[in-house]
């Protein structure tokens, strides 16, 4: 600022002007840029803000979980640890199907606070396929009506009671995968699912009263299956063990679950429909990787709960567990 008024002292001391106006108008516009850069150094001394997220990667196919559930004491523990599983994976739809008669605020709520894209849908099993009490888990395969349900909604047949309730739209790139919820998934599984063309498949850590059973690979094909247990049954694949495209899907509208197949053969029941085994496209580095284990959770012994509900002391009611 001095200098512009030197000079303009100077200008103004030889021939006579009319230059202070411009000279003033010069100044004024210096006096901006000083205030702009003193802002923009201001800002600059500032923390730096928090690194952005990454923008959603919009070409990624869709990774579409079925989980089918149903109400016991565990169930909001395993959904809990489920759905923050499934947070960490981008581009994922979660299709949560409850067997009851209609959705309860368990599940709506613990969905409504997920922040994840999901679909609710509900579907009670008919009781002739129900477990009786203390019936082993072999006697009916649960959870087949549920994985059906959102086969259903993936084919446009409607029936969602919570969240996104349009089907994906004709084209879209995507892959299904029926994520039981007792379970536990690393999260690098869900990238090897991603881009599969038609069915792909992975080893499953401790099922079949093994370490793991999986496809066995050769020169990156499918040849065999490692299984303890009817080796011969069509696809010898646990339900987490696969993965099926979108497409294909929605290509074969008769490919479902039968809840009539033997002990066993529910997977191969779907799949039959749908590939040839030579076909199957290893994952997980040739199928030599386990990235989900088939764990369970110990029902909770409730013989204190039962004793103080007796005296009509019992765990407040009011408090969801
Ligand atoms: C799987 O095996 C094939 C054939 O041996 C090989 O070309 C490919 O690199 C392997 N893939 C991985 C991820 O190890």
């Given amino acids: 600022m001095q200098r512009f008024r030197d000079s303009a002292t100077a200008l103004s001391s030889g021939q006579p002007c009319d230059c202070l106006p ?32 990454p923008p959603e990667p919009e070409a990624l196919p869709t990774i579409y979980v079925v989980t089918p559930t149903y109400a016991r004491l565990v169930q909001k523990a395993e959904l809990v640890r489920l759905s923050q599983t499934l947070s960490l994976v981008p581009r994922l739809h979660w299709l949560l199907v409850e067997d009851a008669e209609g959705p309860t605020p368990l599940v709506s709520g613990l969905l409504a606070a997920s922040g994840l894209l ?28 549920q994985r059906n349900k959102a086969l259903d909604w993936l084919r446009g047949r409607g029936g969602a009671v919570g969240g996104e309730k349009d089907p994906p739209p004709p084209g879209t790139q995507g892959v299904v995968y029926f994520a039981d919820d007792d379970n536990t998934y690393s999260r690098e599984l869900f990238e090897e699912m991603r881009w599969t063309r038609g069915v792909s498949v992975w080893p499953v850590g401790l099922v079949g009263g093994l370490r793991f059973e999986g496809p066995q690979v050769q020169d990156g094909r499918v040849v065999g299956f490692h299984t303890a247990w009817e080796p011969n049954r069509p696809f010898p694949v646990d339900m987490a063990g696969f993965a099926v495209a979108l497409p294909l899907l929605l290509d074969k509208p008769n490919a479902q679950f039968d809840s009539t197949a033997p002990r066993g053969h529910l997977e191969s029941s779907l799949l039959s ?41 019992g765990s407040d009611p009011a408090i969801e567990v």
């Fill in 118 to 145: 999901f679909t609710h849908l509900v579907v009670l099993t008919p009781k002739a396929q129900r477990l009786r009490e203390g019936e082993p888990g072999w006697v009916h395969p649960r959870g087949v009506e």
């Fill in 22 to 53: 411009p000279l003033r108008a010069a100044a004024e516009q210096l006096r901006q840029k000083d205030l702009r850069i003193s802002q923009l150094q201001a800002e600059l001394r500032r923390p730096p803000p928090a690194p952005a997220q």
């Fill in 273 to 313: 429909h749908l590939v040839d085994p030579k076909d199957l496209e290893p994952r997980a580095a040739n199928c030599t990787r386990v990235l989900v284990w088939h764990t369970r959770t110990e029902k909770p012994k409730m013989k204190q709960e039962e004793q103080l509900q007796r005296q009509g002391r």
